[in-house]
């Protein structure tokens, strides 16, 4: 039913207020991915302007979810226009689009660093727990953060929640990455995220699995789980 609304909708704030409903709904029952792509041609058709910046946010969200990193960015764009952010989505959304495709060398690490270790003393758990699984995910993709990064989140590690795998079961995920053993690594990942995947998996799991499945080449695998990951929190 949404669907079709969306389709059938003409004005700007009835559009945005149904992809809004539809995504919120979607993400609580877990379907969230499909979707948005059932939503894409409806959502790919709209070009970013100020009418429709309210949905900035969502339509980002959603195209970084989908691997349109192109889209995604000139929706952000919009939502970044004239100076003006909107909440903590613009912080967050920029982290979903590092971890979906940054380069390591190309980032300010001494300002990504300082957000993090303020999102770490801000007593916030929800922020706490979004920026210490950002900071793991990024060190695990090879991002270089401050130590301060590391002193805060060792302060803050009673907001991190999630399965906390076996000991045994990391140092095995460890040592077959460095051994280059690609199949066992990619079993021992599987194990470690789990059936119920990476986003109720304790972030220190989620980061030994990207870690390791880099380490064996397997770059967009590596993306796309840290990415699932990061959404997740």
């Not at 992809?19 to 790919?44: H, R």
């Not at 349109?68 to 970044?80: D, H, P, S, V």
């Not at 940054?102 to 916030?124: R, T």
């Not at 009673?158 to 690609?182: F, I, Y």
């Amino acid at each position: 039913m949404i669907y079709q609304a969306i389709g059938s909708a003409v004005a700007a704030d009835e559009r945005i207020q149904l992809f809004k409903l539809a995504f919120a709904t979607a993400e609580s029952a877990g379907l969230y991915y499909p979707t948005v792509e059932a939503l894409y041609p409806e959502l790919q058709a709209m070009e970013p302007n100020e009418a429709l910046r309210p949905l900035a946010p969502a339509a980002t969200r959603a195209f970084i979810a989908i691997g349109e990193r192109t889209k995604a960015q000139n929706w952000f764009a919009l939502m970044t226009s004239g100076g003006q952010m909107l909440g903590r989505d613009a912080r967050e959304l920029s982290g979903l689009m590092r971890v979906a495709g940054g380069s390591p060398g190309a980032f300010d690490g001494k300002q990504l660093s300082a957000e993090i270790v303020a999102d770490l003393k801000s007593g916030v758990k929800a922020t706490q727990f979004y920026a210490a699984s950002e900071a793991m995910l990024l060190d695990a993709l090879g991002f270089q953060l401050d130590p301060a990064v590391w002193e805060a989140l060792l302060a803050a590690r009673g907001a991190l929640t999630g399965k906390v795998p076996a000991e045994a079961l990391l140092d095995q995920l460890r040592a077959a990455g460095a051994r280059n053993a690609l199949g066992e690594t990619v079993l021992l990942a599987l194990d470690t995220i789990g059936q119920t995947g990476p986003g109720s998996v304790h972030p220190r799991g989620v980061a030994q699995a990207v870690s390791s499945l880099r380490a064996v080449g397997l770059e967009s695998e590596t993306r796309r789980l840290a990415l699932e990951a990061l959404m997740a929190r």
